[in-house]
């Protein structure tokens, strides 16, 4: 599918993912790309360089997926969305009701805004939650839905309700299931961020850094910039409707990324473990690496940059950037 010509609206385009989706955008032929954000999380700065090339705008009169008749305005003229908005996984957790209106019935209004408007193709930001503990590894997109938390109730939810709007009209959707997202432009500092900010901080400030339980928890940890060129792809691709793994499927501890980021640092800090909270021990996942297979296969879409790359190039954003 060629993107030529063609009018692309980002929701929540000038968030952490987001941000490097419209970049990555601009890369293509396309006629516009119209940021729609709230900035709840998203910050201006982090769309500098995008908005140098005259394609690029942030639309005007707001950028809340709660509200309906904006998000219908924004819509008009556009030819595919790409929806990245969402409240965060920690968020959720203490703010459910909230996280049901924003996440649940904020994608149905979405979905519907798509609908009415006509859009051609939605590209959905789902996540690998969905899945809660492997089962086997790697955990194909077939895994069974495990989750246990608020968060990933709502992205199956989504998920649920694209397949409804795909069978009851007709609307092209690819949801793509993140795995565990790392880079510039991730909260750093504030209450709900990643694990991979939180050691940097720790580090930064000359403090052990800490792990919870042995260690031996593993994820699978993608750069940014991959996943935005994971949604172009899935954008362009001849793909009608799926859902789609975005990893690396490489298998890492938290001991090893710890050791990792302590080694790039040039840190001669020691770890200190800690137990789980009893509530950290009932809800956390332990283990989630995700298959590539299908990604690779039907949207072409393979990642590019090894853990070690990525977190220089977050470094270095971070040196930057104080």
């Known amino acids: 599918m060629e993107l030529k010509d063609k009018n692309i609206l980002v929701i929540g385009g000038a968030g952490f993912i987001g941000s490097f989706v419209v970049a990555e955008l601009l890369k293509e032929k396309v006629s516009k790309v119209v940021v729609y954000d709230n900035f709840a999380r998203g910050k201006k700065e ?17 950028g809340d997926i709660r509200e309906i008749d904006i998000l219908n ?80 109730a709502t992205k199956i939810a989504g998920e649920a309700m694209c397949t409804a709007f795909h069978d009851r009209y007709g609307l092209e959707i690819i949801g793509l299931r993140y795995m565990n997202v790392y880079g510039p432009h991730q909260d750093q500092t504030a209450a ?35 996943v935005a060129i994971a949604n172009v792809k899935a954008l362009k691709s001849n793909i009608t409707y799926g859902f789609y793994n975005v990893g690396t499927e490489v298998q890492t501890s938290i001991k090893t990324l710890c050791d990792l980021i302590l080694s790039l640092k040039n840190s001669s800090l020691k770890v200190i473990y800690k137990p789980y909270s009893e509530d950290d021990a009932r809800s956390l996942v332990q283990n989630r ?6 990604a690779e296969n039907e949207i072409g879409f393979k990642f590019e940059t090894s853990l070690e790359q990525g977190l220089k190039k977050l470094i270095d954003w971070r040196n930057k950037n104080n």
């Open 192 to 226: 709900y961020t990643g694990v991979v900010p939180i050691m940097l901080n720790k580090i930064d400030a000359n403090e052990a850094p800490i792990i919870n339980g042995d260690g031996s928890q593993a994820y699978d940890f993608i750069y940014v910039e991959d």
């Open 73 to 152: 305005k924004a819509m008009e003229g556009m030819d595919y969305v790409i929806c990245l908005a969402a409240m965060w996984l920690l968020h959720c957790k203490d703010f459910p009701r909230t996280a049901f209106d924003v996440n649940i019935a904020g994608t149905f209004n979405v979905l519907e805004a798509c609908v009415n408007n006509n859009i051609k193709k939605l590209i959905w930001s789902s996540s690998a939650s969905v899945y809660g503990d492997a089962v086997e590894l790697p955990m194909t997109e077939n895994h069974p839905f495990n989750n246990k938390n608020f968060y990933g």
């Open 46 to 62: 982090y769309l500098t360089t995008s908005l140098l090339d005259e394609r690029c705008s942030i639309f005007p009169i707001g």
């Open 289 to 294: 690496i995700g298959s590539i297979e299908k």
